[in-house]
């Protein structure tokens, strides 16, 4: 099974800071990653897939990067509707696996 | 628009049986595959089974479920279905049914999520 390290788990930041979150597969995906938002008391949703591409609807704020084994999810400005936890997934494979999350809070 | 509503979760002793069913509403049923995902209180998300497209022939169970757990689907009632048995405190969970972008539940991630439904194994 591919296991997923994501970090860091949890985070604190200032209304327009830059957040960076990371997630390693611990094989190679092949882009096959998904970035998925869950807000307090609310269903996931989608963010990016594969990888890199905005789902439709999702501020331009939010921005991926990476390939084989190491992913990026950016915020470039935090909003206070950021507030949330977020989750990494392989779909490369099954199981398809999750990162344990990084909860985003606002200072 | 396209919408995924869960039924069937409750309280249920250790040992016991519960099915699940997701109905499904404004897209191709059958074009899409499908996947149950839960979430124990207060933890992260946790995938447990996927289902094909069509007529569900591939099928995958996590190792946590496997041989306990079944997923099938009726593309004749757009209804996705997870027949649960000899389930165990450590089942318990919000159990969302959500769909994939494309046929199969791996190379496609999953776009759509319901609501999800509560199951408590509890004596």
């Known amino acids: 099974d591919v296991q997923m390290t994501q970090s860091p788990s949890s985070l604190s930041a200032f209304v327009g800071d830059r957040v960076t979150i990371t997630c390693r597969a611990s094989?190679?995906?092949?882009?096959?990653l998904a970035w998925y938002q869950q807000k307090p008391g609310k269903v996931p949703q989608l963010l990016i897939f594969?990888?890199?591409t905005l789902q439709s609807g999702v501020p331009s704020r939010f921005s991926g990067s990476g390939s084989g084994t190491d992913y990026t999810l950016t915020i470039s400005s935090l909003q206070p509707e950021d507030v949330a936890t977020y989750f990494c997934?392989?779909?490369?494979?099954?199981?398809?696996?999750f990162g344990q999350g990084t909860k985003v809070e606002v200072k | 628009e396209v919408q995924l509503l869960e039924s069937g979760g409750g309280l249920v002793q250790p040992g016991g049986s519960l099915r699940l069913s997701c109905a499904a509403s404004?897209?191709?049923?059958?074009?899409?595959?499908l996947s149950w995902v839960r979430q124990a209180p207060g933890k992260g998300l946790e995938w447990v089974s996927g289902?094909?497209?069509?007529?569900?022939?591939?099928?995958y169970d996590a190792d946590s479920v496997e041989g306990r757990f079944t997923i099938s689907r009726d593309n004749s009632k757009n209804t996705l279905f997870l027949q649960m048995n000899s389930l165990r405190a450590e089942d318990t969970a919000v159990y969302y049914c959500?769909?994939?972008?494309?046929?199969?539940?791996?190379?496609?991630?999953?776009?759509?999520w319901g609501n999800g439904t509560t199951v408590t194994v509890s004596s």
């Open positions: 959500a769909k994939h972008v494309g046929q199969s539940y791996y190379h496609y991630c999953m776009d759509v």
């Open positions: 404004g897209f191709t049923f059958s074009d899409y595959a």
């Open positions: 289902i094909s497209s069509g007529e569900g022939i591939h099928t």
């Open positions: 094989q190679g995906i092949s882009s096959f």
């Open positions: 594969p990888a890199s």
């Open positions: 997934q392989n779909y490369y494979n099954a199981p398809l696996t």
